[in-house]
Structure formats: C-alpha cells, structure tokens
C-alpha cells in the first residue's frame, strides 16, 4: 500500500519562503510522477507542479513558475516543494499525490495516492 506524508507547512509572513516534503512508501515509484495540488477553503483543488519520478521532468501551474520548483531525491522516496515570496493567496492545504495513470499531470484524476496534507499560511 502506498503512503505519502507530507510535511513542512506552518505560517510565515509574506515574502518568506517554505519547503514542503512528501515522502513516499510501499511502491517503486520510477514508472510514477510526483504532483503537488492546493486547496483553500471553499476552493477547488488546483494543480501546483509535477514532476516525473525518473527522469525529473518537471510542469507548473503558470501561476507558479517562478516562484515554486519541484524537485526529488530518489535516493530518500521524497518530493519536495520549494514556495519563495510568498503571497497570502498562496494560503491553502498542499497536498502531494502519486500519478498513477496516463494523462494529464495537472488533472486530479490522473492520481491514486493522496497524502493528507499540510497547512500553508501565509500573513499579510
């Protein structure tokens, strides 16, 4: 069964900078990508980025180039979320997910694992 955990939320100010972890267990995730979604309240869960497992391709929601890079270390099974300047529009629960199927990256469909997610929140 495969578990995602993530970590490394909490609140900081606008302009500062988080690191979000997603560490993976019980799958071999080289045929798999990495995607990280946000949700505020009341919104709908948004695509942030993802990036693919073996080869490090990476894609981002437009409205996050520049600010977040994804990366991995395939060594430790863990995803990670670099977010700079941070906006208090950026508050929301990140969410990591293992895509599990053919498709579009930005698309919630295309993922089979969710992990339980992580507060961000960003004061103004």
């Known amino acids: 069964q495969v578990q995602l955990v993530e970590s490394g939320g909490g609140l900081v100010q606008a302009g500062g900078s988080l690191r979000l972890s997603c560490a993976a267990s019980g799958s071999t995730l080289s045929d798999y990508a990495i995607g990280w979604f946000r949700q505020a309240p009341g919104q709908e869960r948004d695509f942030v980025a993802a990036?693919?497992?073996?080869?490090?391709?990476?894609y981002y929601a437009d409205s996050m180039k520049g600010r977040f890079t994804i990366s991995r270390d395939t060594d430790k099974n863990t995803g990670y979320l670099q977010m700079n300047s941070l906006k208090p529009e950026d508050t929301a629960v990140y969410y990591c997910?293992?895509?599990?199927?053919?498709?579009?990256?930005?698309?919630?469909?295309?993922?089979?694992?969710w992990g339980q997610g992580t507060q961000v929140t960003v004061s103004s």
């Open positions: 990036i693919s497992w073996s080869m490090g391709k990476t």
């Open positions: 997910a293992l895509k599990t199927v053919w498709g579009d990256s930005s698309d919630p469909k295309s993922y089979g694992y």
